[in-house]
């Protein structure tokens, strides 16, 4: 059955001791990985939390983010991503539109909604992430208060067994034009999304990717969390982006696959200018990499796909769908003999119909 929890479950079985994620200084293995998913969808289980219920999670770039999203898909459950820095009145309304019975949050968002919780009907557990010194609640009553690092249990829960269109995630809208919405997407959806993607980008257990997006969004959810984990590569969590910590991290990580949007890439690219230093170490790190793959949102061209992705081999889609490349160093003002993009290389791309789609910056 095509979901991302069995896929998992087979990526485990082949490379249990291969990194799944690098966060700071920790490395956590496929292995120890799906542990801590049993771990939690265990005590998930027994918390109550059953096939269709909603969990919501409120969480930055974190392990607790991963470690939760695919507990509660192993649970069955259904996972409602929300963003940390909403305002209380946007949550509130999530949440409530939600059904949630679950949530994980920051343990500052708990503390501050604590009395406000109490009024969603369905909620059951609330499990606080620590951040920022403030400490996780911890009570018992109508809805239990846990620290999740006691929300993993000594026991493993069975894994779920779903059709592939029960639905899996509920992503909303940002609610520009009234009330957020929120769009279903099932598991299906989600596996074969990363399946595509996967194969597009052309993903190996060898390659590390970047999350800098934040995992909330269905952008990163779906290329830098569900592709490179069924393929086996490593995903290197960045809490929050940061140009400085993007070109700290490229060359101690040998990442090979970023993506980002515009005003990113921009961010970069003036960071570089500004500090030579990072240009040059990122360039001369990234000569012995592989030629990387970039991916960018397809925010100037609304009649493209949500998220517009080119590989080093431009051989997955028909040709219409081909980009034209070219590039430039932003250092020298030269083409790049080396026909390796870099951070010091400034790429534009336009679609075959020739309107111009955007522009973007490479990792490597």
Do not use: W
Request: glycine fraction near 6%.
């Amino acid at each position: 059955m095509a979901n991302l929890v069995t896929a998992l479950q087979g990526v485990v079985a082949t490379y249990p001791n291969k990194a799944a994620y690098v966060f700071g200084e920790d490395t956590v293995t496929y292995g120890q990985f799906y542990g801590q998913v049993e771990a939690m969808a265990a005590t998930l289980e027994q918390k109550g939390i059953a096939q269709g219920d909603h969990v919501a999670l409120v969480l930055g770039n974190s392990p607790a983010f991963l470690i939760s999203y695919f507990a509660v898909l192993a649970r069955g459950g259904v996972v409602i991503p929300i963003n940390p820095t909403y305002t209380p009145d946007e949550m509130a309304y999530i949440l409530l539109d939600g059904d949630v019975k679950a949530i994980v949050a920051l343990s500052p968002l708990v503390a501050q909604a604590e009395a406000a919780l109490t009024k969603l009907p369905q909620l059951r557990l609330v499990i606080s992430v620590p951040y920022a010194d403030v400490p996780a609640l911890k009570r018992d009553g109508d809805i239990e208060f846990l620290p999740f690092n006691e929300a993993f249990a000594t026991t493993k829960a069975e894994v779920i067994e779903v059709g592939e269109d029960e639905v899996a995630v509920i992503l909303y809208t940002s609610g520009t034009t009234g009330k957020p919405k929120g769009a279903l997407l099932t598991h299906l959806n989600l596996f074969s999304n990363a399946q595509s993607i996967g194969e597009y980008l052309e993903i190996t257990p060898e390659d590390k990717a970047l999350a800098a997006l934040p995992m909330f969004h269905v952008f990163c959810l779906t290329v830098i969390v569900n592709a490179p984990l069924l393929r086996g590569a490593t995903i290197v969590i960045l809490p929050k982006f940061s140009p400085q910590d993007v070109f700290d991290l490229v060359p101690k990580h040998r990442v090979s696959i970023f993506a980002g949007v515009p005003t990113m890439y921009n961010f970069l690219l003036q960071t570089a200018m500004k500090v030579p230093a990072y240009a040059r170490r990122s360039g001369t790190s990234a000569s012995s990499y592989p030629v990387g793959r970039v991916c960018r949102s397809s925010c100037s061209n609304r009649s493209s796909r949500n998220s517009n992705v080119r590989s080093s081999k431009d051989t997955a889609y028909p040709k219409r769908h081909r980009s034209r490349v070219s590039i430039r160093s932003t250092v020298s003002g030269k083409p790049d003999r080396s026909g390796r993009p870099s951070f010091t290389s400034r790429t534009r791309s336009s679609m075959s119909s020739g309107k111009r789609s955007g522009s973007m910056r490479s990792v490597n």
